[in-house]
Every structure is written in C-alpha cells, then in structure tokens.
T-cell receptor, first 113, second 113 residues
Framework: DGGITQSPKYLFRKEGQNVTLSCEQN?????MYWYRQDPGQGLRLIYY???????QKGDIAEGYSVSREKKESFPLTVTSAQKNPTAFYLC????????????FGPGTRLTVL | GENVEQHPSTLSVQEGDSAVIKCTYS??????FPWYKQELGKRPQLIID?????GEKKDQRIAVTLNKTAKHFSLHITETQPEDSAVYFC????????????FGAGTTVTVRA
C-alpha cells in the first residue's frame, strides 16, 4: 500500500529518553517528509529532505532531529528536548515536482509515560 | 509561507445527502491542491487533486472546484455513504516553497445512516 513503511506502530517512551522512528520507502522518491498529527490540528511539518545528505526544518523542528544517509530511509529522532512528544507521527514521500502526490506511511503512535 | 484554512471543522450529513468542505489559501502562486481522506487510525490517502490551470475536476461522487481569483477551493461529495465518514484534509503547494504541502486543519465528516 504505497511502498512506504514505518516502524514501530506503537512506541512508549519514558520522559528524558530519546527515541528513533523508522521510515523506509521503495518508491524511488527523492523527497521525504515527517509530520506530526495532534487531534484537531491537522498535519504539521517537522522536517523534510529533497536529496540524500540534506534536509530542512519544517514548521515545528524543535526537539527533533533527522538524517538522510540513504535515499530510501529518513529516520526521525524525538529527543528529550521535545516537551510534548505524545502524538501520531506520519512519514511521507513524493517525487520532486509540483503535481506529485505525497504517499504516507501507516504512522507511529508515540506515547510518553 | 502558505496558509490554508479549512471549514467546517465538523460536518454531519444524512446518508444520501451532499457534503461540501471549503478551503482558502493565501499564496496566489500556489498551483496544486490535493485532498486527502484519513480514516480513523489510518494513513491519509489522496482522493482527488486539482491543478491551478483547471477550474473543476470530478471523479465519480467526488468533485473539486477551484476559484483562483478568490483563492479558495472546495470538495463536494454527492450521495454520501457511511464509508465516506472520515477526516478530510485540503492542502496547497507552491513551487517556490520547495513543493511542500500546507495542510488545512481537517474536517471530520460523519454520515448518518
């Protein structure tokens, strides 16, 4: 279903711990994105990458970090600096042009205990 | 950057009736407007999109209209069915903004049987 996967599906974290969310795609897409979804707030962009070894901050990058060492992979680390990390995290990918659909992964639900 | 506003936030319709969701955008250079449907706990999926050189697009029971002068676009669902119950997101993208999608806050549609 779209060729983009995320793991794990559910993740529990204690306060003060860093956690890394996985995102892999086999669609040969250049661009990858991380979104955070909270109830009633839609999708907010955390980070995005258009090419290997390069990435840009989105609207809510504070407390998060990413890497793009391979075209297929775009892991997101939620650091202890993120004050309210409990949310649903969605990864997406797309070809790099104006009219291309973003394909979403199934999401990871992170809960801080 | 682009700002997308979406109304209403919730919409309840009787099965068989029509549903209309409206979005406005701020950047006149935006040229691509997709609509995503997200069922509970699932990933968002593209249901229809429209480019800025087109005023209307239809796909079976769903249609999207675009008014570039007024900078708004709308999703129309006719003959609603229970399986249309979901959260719907509009989005807009601008080439000068790295092709990023700016999402509306979402509309929760409930179809009453």
């Amino acid at each position: 279903d779209g060729g983009i996967t995320q793991s794990p599906k559910y993740l529990f974290r204690k306060e003060g711990q860093n956690v890394t969310l996985s995102c892999e795609q086999n669609l040969n897409h250049d661009a990858m994105y991380w979104y955070r979804q909270d109830p009633g707030q839609g999708l907010r962009l955390i980070y995005y990458s258009q090419i290997v070894n390069d990435f840009q901050k989105g609207d809510i990058a504070e407390g998060y970090s990413v890497s793009r060492e391979k075209k297929e992979s775009f892991p997101l680390t939620v650091t202890s600096a993120q004050k309210n990390p409990t949310a649903f995290y969605l990864c997406a990918s797309s070809a790099l042009s104006s009219y291309n659909e973003q394909f979403f992964g199934p999401g990871t639900r992170l809960t801080v205990l | 950057g682009e700002n997308v506003e979406q109304h209403p936030s919730t919409l309840s319709v009787q099965e068989g009736d029509s549903a209309v969701i409206k979005c406005t955008y701020s950047d006149s250079a935006s040229n691509y407007f997709p609509w995503y449907k997200q069922e509970l706990g699932k990933r968002p999926q593209l249901i229809i999109d429209i480019r800025s050189n087109v005023g209307e697009k239809k796909d079976q029971r769903i249609a999207v209209t675009l008014n570039k002068t007024a900078k708004h676009f709308s999703l129309h669902i006719t003959e609603t069915q229970p399986e249309d119950s979901a959260v719907y997101f509009c989005a807009a993208t601008t080439p000068s903004n790295d092709y990023k999608l700016s999402f509306g806050a979402g509309t929760t549609v409930t179809v009453r049987a």
